[in-house]
């Protein structure tokens, strides 16, 4: 990975919330008109035996997600629907857009400014004809803001300064493939000093290396197809980085999440949530511990969820720094997930290749029924 400016945040950004939503090929876009809160009812629902696999899917979704293409372990954000069966990595999508438009950054920088630099550029999106084996240009998108060092923005220099911001905005953006259209605007603001290359080189934060972010996402909209996945809310990013290890937190008071498509809506709402994930480096596992409350249009109400789980990543490095270069999580195989609903609750025990689950529909604190038996990939 480099090091340029905004990078590991947009990195954490779309790989925190790993924004994987199934959609399908062709059309769509839109400008950005404006994000209307959905209805979602919030009353806490009663679990069930019947429902304790959907709803153990949908907590372990909003939890944690899809791990298996972000580059660090995130705290995950997923959106499902029924029929959608085509991953497609946002995240990556627009990190790697994003990283096209601020590795230009220093040649349009204004350098007269003694202190701060003004951050003010924009580039055409667009895609691959292979009929014209040409790049057709469709939709742009725009970074705007300040850094107090200039040298933030080359690859390899700078730091992070608490007062930086940035402003990165989609106009019908098409990201790589006719037809996937993005819209919206993600904000950015950096709380506290921290050099980037922490984030390739953990090495060097002998004492410590923490980075603070406060993150605006504004009916950030996806078109696919007749699909639109669509994510409005904000979010605290903290990191605590040492040699042997990285701790990453997401707090918040709202993010939504909707997915419409075929003339259907699904909407969660994640709220009051505090997640924080710790990464092993010598040891090649996480760790997942916190709280959110979700409801959604799909479950007809809401549910508690506190999380203590963890399992093993793959790490890989960089041939030519030896730096980290990729941190790929594997499913839960310890610890558990615990939901709770109306007078009710689930309990997810994670093994090595199983998932066990236990329900106390009645509040009376003992499990009702047969335990389920299932795994990951079978609730995923």
């Known amino acids: 990975m480099n090091s340029v400016v905004m990078k590991g945040v947009l990195l954490a950004i779309f790989g925190a919330a790993a924004l994987l939503t199934g959609c399908g090929g062709g059309g769509g876009g839109g400008g950005d008109t404006g994000f209307s809160a959905p209805s979602i009812p919030r009353v806490a629902i009663p679990l069930t035996g019947a429902n304790a696999e959907v709803v153990t899917s949908e907590a372990y979704a909003a939890i944690e997600g899809t791990q298996n293409t972000t580059d660090f372990v995130p705290v995950g954000v997923v959106l499902q629907s029924a029929g959608e069966t085509t991953e497609v990595n946002l995240r990556k999508i627009v990190s790697d857009k994003v990283r096209e438009v601020i590795a230009q950054g220093p040649s349009r920088v204004n350098r007269d400014l003694p202190v701060a630099a003004e951050i003010n550029t924009s580039e055409?999106?667009?895609?691959?004809?292979?009929?014209?084996?040409?790049?057709?240009?469709?939709?742009?998108?725009?970074?705007?803001?300040?850094?107090?060092?200039?040298?933030a923005l080359n690859d390899g220099g700078g730091t992070w300064t608490a007062g930086d911001n940035a402003t990165i905005s989609f106009n019908r953006c098409v990201m790589g493939l006719p037809g996937w259209v993005l819209n919206g605007t993600v904000g950015l603001t950096i709380n506290a000093n921290f050099d980037p290359s922490a984030v390739e080189d953990p090495s060097q934060c002998a004492l410590g290396c923490d980075a603070d972010i406060q993150v605006t996402i504004t009916n950030l909209a996806f078109s696919v197809n007749q699909a639109v996945f669509t994510m409005h809310g904000a979010f605290n990013l903290a990191w605590h980085i040492i040699p042997t290890s990285w701790t990453e937190t997401l707090r918040g008071d709202s993010l939504?999440?909707?997915?419409?498509?075929?003339?259907?809506?699904?909407?969660?709402?994640?709220?009051?949530?505090?997640?924080?994930?710790?990464?092993?480096?010598?040891?090649?596992?996480?760790?997942?511990?916190?709280?959110?409350t979700v409801a959604s249009t799909l479950a007809n109400g809401s549910v508690t969820i506190t999380a203590a789980y963890g399992g093993t990543v793959t790490i890989s490095y960089d041939g030519l720094t030896g730096f980290i270069d990729e941190v790929e999580a594997q499913v839960p195989s310890t610890g558990t997930l615990t939901i709770t609903g109306s007078n009710s609750s689930i309990v997810v025990t994670s093994l090595p290749g199983s998932v066990t689950i236990e329900v106390d529909e009645d509040g009376d604190d003992s499990f009702d029924g047969a335990s389920i038996v299932t795994n990951w990939g079978d609730l995923e």
């Open 124 to 151: 055409a999106c667009g895609y691959y004809d292979s009929g014209l084996d040409a790049q057709v240009q469709s939709g742009s998108m725009s970074v705007t803001g300040t850094v107090n060092d200039p040298n």
């Open 256 to 292: 939504y999440l909707v997915l419409s498509s075929g003339g259907q809506t699904a909407a969660t709402e994640i709220s009051n949530f505090n997640i924080e994930t710790i990464v092993d480096f010598t040891a090649a596992t996480y760790a997942v511990s916190g709280t959110a």
